[in-house]
């Protein structure tokens, strides 16, 4: 520009001009290139302006608006400024000198550009025209297309290039053309141009259906996915939020979640899908799309949330729904076995026809599983309160059914416990009067054998008082010694021992046992008198026989 506005004379001048008209059209066309191609014979307007200018419009331009009229005399520039563009001046001379262009590389180099453009022709007749339904197909198609493009906007300097090429031999001094070259080189530059404008005329046309496709495409998988994040929600809410409270209705949301978990599995591709998806935004695509760019934005992170709350409500819910079904199992395995043994324990405590050995053992039995089933009753606690997470204590009837049950469980045991202990005192009242009255007949017993002692002993003291002959007095001693003997050793030591046993069972009641020690101690003092009596009998024969010998003896001498 500070060439083109400089007030002094510049061989360069009218070229520099042209290409600057040249890259405003291209960059106009760049911003409206769908308006402009909707104009049937603005390419061909184009290209008869672009060969004017090139011949001859920028030579004028420059003499007309520069050089004539001084347009820019009054352009303040500082030195620095001055410096730059006699070095631009200078450099760009340089160049154009340096590389001088005959009619022999411009034919080359069309030759070559005519192969590249051709070579880009087949390739985008190469590609899949079919706009398929499939949206995977249809990224495949667009990334490819995006490619093409790039590769299009990338090499678009070599057409620069050429037309400057043809800029300079239509308007060098040094390189005479004939008429007829010049006119082919007119012609090939409208043909390059024609096979450019149109090249790149469908290219924009197939991006701008690919965009139009693919976000249609798009935003109809996001509207499905969000329609189908909806239902899920609903069915969550209707079947799945509440938990069931019976083992039948557990099984039926593990498969209502079985089947949800098979939908996310499929879905899992659609919501891949999506966080990759592309927003396709130009001229003509803007006014036909349902949603802008921000709306779209807003629907995605919708959608990523739902899709997060229901694939963590999946994962939480099975765990919960496993937690609970084995709560209630445990709950029912628990309370029939309490059922069963207290119901066994309650029939076998009412009946009356059991004998009291048996029911001993029945007690001690039972007293011995009690704390084992009370630990039963404790599991019954931990299974309710881990039901307690999931079940409202005060509304749930299911709750308050197990809750009643585990409540009636307690209530039996205890008036079991209760029972057992009934039965314990009506057992030991049972073996009290069976142990007075055989205490009162082991007394009588004692009794009616103690006077017959008595009697005995009265007996043989009455015997052993009488007046006897001597041999006769001592058979009746020999014959009382032996029985008392007998008496002593067997009957009568087991007789004072019976006896010493009802002193302590008379005791041992709390009853009064003076007088059965009063008689048993008469009975032992009137034994042991007997004894001695018959000692002493018994020496008295001795002492009469030996008085009997020694008087028979003196007698005799």
Not at 21 to 44: A, K, P
Not at 374 to 392: A, E, P, R, T, W
Request: proline fraction near 1%; charge should be negative.
């Amino acid at each position: 520009l500070s060439i083109v506005q400089s007030s002094e004379k510049h061989d360069t001048r009218p070229l520099l001009i042209y290409w600057i008209v040249y890259s405003s059209l291209i960059s106009v066309e760049y911003l409206g290139h769908n308006l402009f191609n909707s104009l049937v014979f603005y390419w061909l307007i184009k290209c008869i302006f672009l060969l004017w200018f090139m011949a001859s419009g920028a030579r004028i331009v420059s003499r007309l608006f520069v050089e004539e009229n001084g347009a820019f005399d009054d352009v303040q520039v500082d030195k620095h400024e001055d410096i730059q563009k006699e070095a631009f001046t200078e450099e760009t001379n340089n160049e154009v000198a340096n590389s001088p262009t005959d009619l022999l590389t411009y034919q080359t180099n069309m030759e070559r550009i005519l192969q590249w453009i051709t070579t880009l022709e087949e390739k985008y007749g190469n590609q899949d025209k079919t706009l398929s339904n499939d949206l995977n197909i249809i990224k495949e198609q667009f990334q490819n297309h995006e490619d093409f493009i790039l590769t299009l906007n990338k090499d678009e300097n070599q057409v620069d290039d050429i037309l400057s090429q043809v800029n300079q031999l239509l308007t060098s001094t040094d390189i005479p053309l004939q008429t007829q070259e010049e006119n082919e080189i007119i012609e090939q530059i409208g043909i390059l141009n024609e096979k450019w404008r149109l090249l790149r005329s469908k290219s924009l046309d197939r991006q701008s259906i690919l965009h139009k496709t693919i976000m249609k495409l798009q935003t109809d998988q996001m509207e499905s996915f969000a329609t189908w994040l909806s239902q899920i929600e609903e069915r969550i809410s209707t079947n799945l939020e509440a938990m069931e409270d019976s083992i039948p209705g557990i099984d039926r949301q593990y498969q209502q979640l079985i089947q949800l978990q098979d939908e996310l599995i499929v879905q899992q591709e659609i919501s891949q899908s999506l966080e990759n998806f592309i927003i396709a935004v130009d001229d003509s695509t803007s006014v036909d799309q349902e949603y802008d760019s921000t709306e779209i934005e807003n629907k995605l992170v919708d959608c990523s949330k739902r899709w997060e709350y229901i694939c963590n409500f999946v994962q939480q819910h099975w765990v919960q729904l496993q937690e609970v079904k084995t709560q209630f199992e445990d709950f029912e395995i628990n309370r029939d076995k309490l059922d069963q043994w207290l119901t066994s324990k309650e029939d076998e405590i009412r009946k009356t026809n059991t004998k009291d050995t048996d029911k001993v053992h029945f007690i001690q039995q039972t007293e011995s599983e009690i704390d084992d089933i009370q630990q039963v009753i404790h599991l019954l606690d931990n299974s309710l309160n881990l039901l307690g997470k999931y079940f409202d204590p005060v509304s749930s009837n299911k709750f308050k059914i197990l809750n009643e049950q585990r409540n009636n469980f307690e209530q039996r045991l205890t008036q079991l416990i209760d029972d057992l202990q009934q039965c314990s005192l009506q057992l030991k009242q049972s073996d009290d009067s069976i142990n007075k009255n055989r205490q009162i007949s082991m007394k009588s017993d004692f009794d009616l054998s103690a006077e017959k002692h008595i009697e005995w002993i009265d007996n043989i003291e009455r015997i052993l008082n009488e007046e006897l002959q001597p041999e006769e007095q001592e058979d009746i001693i020999r014959n009382v010694k032996i029985t008392y003997l007998l008496y002593d050793d067997d009957h009568f030591k087991e007789f004072i021992q019976t006896g010493n046993n009802i002193t302590k069972q008379l005791k041992d009641a709390d009853e009064d046992s003076t007088e059965h020690e009063f008689a048993l101690k008469t009975l032992k003092k009137r034994w042991h008198e007997l004894h001695e009596q018959i000692l002493k009998c018994e020496q008295d024969i001795e002492q009469s026989k030996f008085s009997n010998d020694l008087s028979e003896y003196i007698t005799r001498f």
